[in-house]
């Protein structure tokens, strides 16, 4: 069974511009979340979806963060406009119902110039 | 405060040692607890869960304080494929939310 996948692996963008990050969950599964790990910093929850429906944004950092989820499947991060201190791994994860174990993606590691 | 501390190491120990990673956490009102492996460049992976009771799997033996907000991990016979990060991980109460503890690097050496 394929795991959590994520598009791009790697982002460079420069300050000011619009990068939008997907993920596709390991399928069946209801529960999306979003994760970003800055440098030196640890792994920080940004926001959960149950199917299409966000459950939980409250790690969300400010409005330049919009994620998405439409139809209850892949989601989307797009950050616009990027700023510096944007630069971190983001990390999707996915988990069925009911279930404490969340199973990570590879992450999108952006790099804001 | 964090929510998650750790003793961020290094670890270098030589195969076959035994070796034990420590964190806390900050809300008492915690009920599920984990420890996940990173590798370098790589997505955390569960390593396992951590019961009351105390649970082990393998050569490796995981403990819960609740008085102390404590949780530990074990890791006995260590090999050298068990060097990676590996991160106390503790559920938020009232939702789904994992907050992680920055992590604690471990090199097992020949």
């Known amino acids: 069974e394929a795991g959590v996948t994520q598009f791009p692996s790697h982002s460079v963008i420069e300050k000011g511009q619009t990068v939008t990050l997907r993920c596709d969950p390991i399928s069946g599964h209801d529960n999306l979340y979003w994760y970003r790990r800055v440098m030196g910093k640890e792994i920080k929850f940004l926001l959960h979806?149950?199917?299409?429906?966000?459950?939980?944004e409250s790690g969300m950092p400010n409005n330049r963060f919009l994620a998405e989820r439409t139809g209850g499947t892949y989601s989307t991060l797009k950050v616009q406009p990027a700023e510096l201190e944007d630069s971190g791994v983001y990390f999707c994860?996915?988990?069925?119902?009911?279930?404490?174990?969340?199973?990570f993606g590879p992450g999108t590691r952006l790099t804001v110039l | 405060r964090k929510e998650v501390e750790q003793d961020p190491g290094p670890f270098n120990v030589p195969e076959g040692a035994t070796v034990a990673f420590n964190c806390t956490y900050s809300?008492?009102?915690?009920?599920?607890f984990f420890w996940y492996r990173q590798d370098c460049r790589k997505e955390p992976k569960l390593l396992m869960s951590?019961?009351?009771s105390g649970n082990e799997d393998g050569r490796f033996t995981a403990q819960l304080n609740r008085a102390s907000q404590y949780i530990s991990l074990l890791i006995r016979d260590s090999k050298l494929s068990d060097s990676a990060t590996y991160l106390c991980v503790v559920k938020e109460p009232s939702g789904y939310a994992l907050n992680f503890g920055k992590g604690t690097s471990l090199l097992v050496t020949p």
């Open positions: 994860a996915s988990s069925p119902q009911r279930s404490n174990e969340q199973f």
């Open positions: 951590v019961y009351s």
């Open positions: 979806f149950v199917k299409e429906s966000k459950q939980d």
């Open positions: 809300n008492s009102a915690s009920q599920s």
